[in-house]
T-cell receptor, first 114, second 113 residues
Framework: KAGVTQTPRYLIKTRGQQVTLSCSPI?????VSWYQQTPGQGLQFLFE???????NKGNFPGRFSGRQFSNSRSEMNVSTLELGDSALYLC?????????????FGPGTRLLVL | KNQVEQSPQSLIILEGKNCTLQ??????????LRWYKQDTGRGPVSLTI?????NTKSNGRYTATLDADTKQSSLHITASQLSDSASYIC????????????FGQGTTLQVKP
């Protein structure tokens, strides 16, 4: 069974640009969560999608948005990029999103904003 | 405020030695606590998950303990190997919150030969 895949793996953008990251969950998983990881802040929750609906949201500005498609694939968009958006963006999937389910993480997309 | 704090921030041990990582949390109401291992450049991998009623869980050489009264957890690594070098992240989930997890800053472990 294929794991969680994320594309692209690396990305370089400049301030003010916008970026879209993609995540394909494990087959059969309907819950996809997104996280930002930086050396200073550690892992921080961005949002979770389940069956194409945003179910939960972290404390990030509106420049961060996401969506989920009917095949459970998810995209995350960051508009008007800032230097501080440089980070590793991880997505994780689980079957239904119930509390005790294990989350499976993808390898991440490393974003560098210049 | 829901928080998860881990200690130490970093740790260096010799191969074959044991070590214990600590996690204190203030998340309430508590649902479950997970330990993840994250190798450099890769996504975290789940090691253990424990609910309120579980006070110990093992996964090979990794043993996690949970004291829900004092809101503390520990991850004990036995007979460390070079491949144990990684960041170990404690994650707590609040009851009633289906997707949002509160992450600790992690402990970076380096195992030297």
């Amino acid at each position: 069974k294929a794991g969680v895949t994320q594309t692209p793996r690396y990305l370089i953008k400049t301030r003010g640009q916008q970026v879209t990251l993609s995540c394909s969950p494990i087959s059969g998983h309907r819950s996809v969560s997104w996280y930002q990881q930086t050396p200073g802040q550690g892992l921080q929750f961005l949002f979770e999608y389940f069956s194409e609906t945003q179910r939960n949201k972290g404390n990030f500005p509106g420049r961060f948005s996401g969506r989920q498609f009917s095949n459970s694939r998810s995209e995350m968009n960051v508009s008007t990029l800032e230097l501080g958006d440089s980070a590793l963006y991880l997505c994780a999937s689980r079957r239904t999103g119930q509390l005790k389910e294990t989350q499976y993480f993808g390898p991440g997309t490393r974003l560098l904003v210049l | 405020k829901n928080q998860v704090e881990q200690s130490p921030q970093s740790l260096i041990i010799l191969e074959g030695k044991n070590c214990t990582l600590q996690c204190n949390y203030t998340v309430s109401p508590f649902s479950n606590l997970r330990w993840y291992k994250q190798d450099t450049g890769r996504g975290p991998v789940s090691l253990t998950i424990m609910t309120f009623s579980e006070n110990t869980k093992s996964n090979g050489r990794y043993t996690a303990t949970l004291d829900a009264d004092t809101k503390q957890s520990s991850l004990h690594i036995t007979a460390s190997q070079l491949s144990d070098s990684a960041s170990y992240i404690c994650v707590v989930s609040a009851a009633g919150n289906t997707g949002k997890l509160i992450f600790g800053q992690g402990t970076t472990l380096q195992v030297k030969p």
